[in-house]
């Protein structure tokens, strides 16, 4: 079945650095535009940043850009959110989602000293 599962959080300091991972099965991976999302606590889930199937093409929030890098492994089935630079702002549960809805489970990322 289609499922898609991030991996990659996890506690980090004001500054530093993550990549999560969101690995894909079930499904032709490369025929879809591929995003992730963030939700923070008592907020609406929000657009991080997104790539189109091939991968030649890619946007961003305003907030994320130039401290986060989307990009996907189409032999590996897997889209991946490198994030560098990072504030306390950026603490949320992220999600890699389809282009047509299909969402994964999340993985918690907290930014804090």
């Known amino acids: 079945q289609v499922q898609l599962v991030e991996s990659g959080g996890g506690l980090v300091q004001p500054g530093g650095s993550l990549r999560l991972s969101c690995a894909a099965s079930?499904?032709?991976?490369?025929?879809?535009?591929m995003s992730w999302y963030s939700q923070a606590p008592g907020k609406e889930r929000e657009f991080v940043a997104g790539i189109t199937g091939s991968g030649g093409s890619t946007s961003y929030a305003d907030s994320v850009k130039g401290r986060f890098t989307i990009s996907r492994d189409n032999a590996k089935n897997t889209v991946n959110l490198q994030m560098d630079n990072l504030r306390p702002e950026d603490t949320a549960v992220y999600y890699c989602?389809?282009?047509?809805?299909?969402w994964g489970q999340g993985t918690q990322v907290t930014v804090s000293s």
């Open positions: 079930g499904f032709t991976f490369s025929r879809y535009p």
């Open positions: 989602k389809r282009s047509d809805g299909v």
